[in-house]
Nanobody
Framework: QVQLVESGGGLVQAGGSLRLSCAAS????????MGWYRQAPGKQRDLVAT???????NYSDSVKGRFTISRENAKNTVYLQMNSLKPEDTGVYYC???????????????WGQGTQVTVSS
């Protein structure tokens, strides 16, 4: 079994900052991509940022220059530093990982349970 456990969400005023963390645990052989998606009420789940094990980073245009993603490969942990938050950043933030389990040859996608981020105006 693999689990992705997020922490760090909450309520913040516009212009403020939050830091999200997500740790993957379980029978993991290798983790390729880790990242964050978010889902606002009534909308689809959209990419926020991802980072590969080699350090290649991809950001949504809406968060470039404000959010920073990083990871610790040895700990299978990914972080999202969110600065200059806006009300439109409000939503449930989901941790994502593409990884291989021990004894399994195929890569698979895993999701965390989600953490709420609310930015008040």
């Amino acid at each position: 079994q693999v689990q992705l456990v997020e922490s760090g969400g909450g309520l913040v005023q516009a212009g403020g900052s939050l830091r999200l963390s997500c740790a993957a645990s379980g029978s993991i052989f290798s983790t390729y991509v880790m990242g964050w998606y978010r889902q606002a009420p009534g909308k689809q789940r959209d990419l926020v940022a991802t980072v590969t094990s080699g350090g290649t980073i991809n950001y949504s245009d809406s968060v470039k220059g404000r959010f920073t993603i990083s990871r610790e490969n040895a700990k299978n942990t990914v972080y999202l530093q969110m600065n200059s938050l806006k009300p439109e950043d409000t939503g449930v933030y989901y941790c994502y990982a593409r990884l291989r389990r021990l004894g399994v040859s195929a890569w698979a996608d895993y999701w965390g349970q989600g953490t709420q981020v609310t930015v008040s105006s």
